[in-house]
Structures are given as C-alpha cells and as structure tokens.
C-alpha cells in the first residue's frame, strides 16, 4: 500500500512558478513509476507529466512541455513538479499518483487526495 501527500499548492500570478510535492509513504517507493495530473473544474482529468523509478526518463503533458519538470528525490520518497511560466488556464486541482499499469499516462494504482494551483490573471 502506498500513500501520497500533495503539498505547494497555491495562489500565484500568472507568469509566477509553484513547486508541487508529493510525498509517499512505504519503502518501495523508489521502484515505482509516478505521475502528475490535474483536473480542472467541469473539465476531464488531464496527464501533466510522469517519471520512472530512477528519474531518468520523463513524459510531459502538450500543456507542461517547456514549463513544467517532474524530478523525484528517492531518499525523500518524494516527487516534484516544478512549475514556471504559469498561466490561467494552469488553474486545477492537481494529484500525484504512483504505480501506473498503462505507463505513462494512465492506470495509475495510487492517487493523493490533490492540491489546488490558482493562476490569477
């Protein structure tokens, strides 16, 4: 079982930049693959970005490509999204999970319970 913890989330001005983490409990978190979404209002949940286990591969969402960077700290068993450049339309709630069966973008087995990113304009 692993559970995560959002944290970073915020109110900013667009053109401003957030750091997401999230933090897993358990000791296999350095095998697991992990990803950032976000959803948000009346809209569907959309992949952001993802990394596997070691850190050395990434995926980017159209909408993070050149803004956003997933990094992962094993020895903290967390996860980060670095976000910069933020815009409006960045405004969601945003989830990290872990452990996805249809790597990298969905089938994700572990979800956090979000944190919410405001971009005002």
């Known amino acids: 079982q692993v559970q995560l913890v959002e944290s970073g989330g915020g109110l900013v001005q667009a053109g401003g930049s957030l750091r997401l983490s999230c933090a897993a409990s358990?000791?296999?978190?350095?095998?697991?693959?992990m990803g950032w979404f976000r959803q948000a209002p009346g809209k569907e949940r959309e992949f952001v970005a993802a990394?596997?286990?070691?850190?050395?591969?990434?995926y980017y969402g159209d909408s993070a490509k050149g803004r956003f960077t997933i990094s992962r700290d094993n020895a903290k068993n967390t996860v980060y999204l670095q976000m910069n450049s933020l815009k409006p339309e960045d405004t969601a709630v945003y989830y990290c999970?872990?452990?996805?069966?249809?790597?990298?973008?969905?089938?994700?087995?572990?979800w956090g319970q979000g944190t919410q990113v405001t971009v005002s304009s």
């Open positions: 999970a872990a452990q996805p069966k249809n790597w990298p973008y969905s089938d994700y087995d572990y």
């Open positions: 358990g000791r296999t978190f350095s095998s697991k693959a």
């Open positions: 990394i596997n286990w070691s850190g050395g591969i990434t």
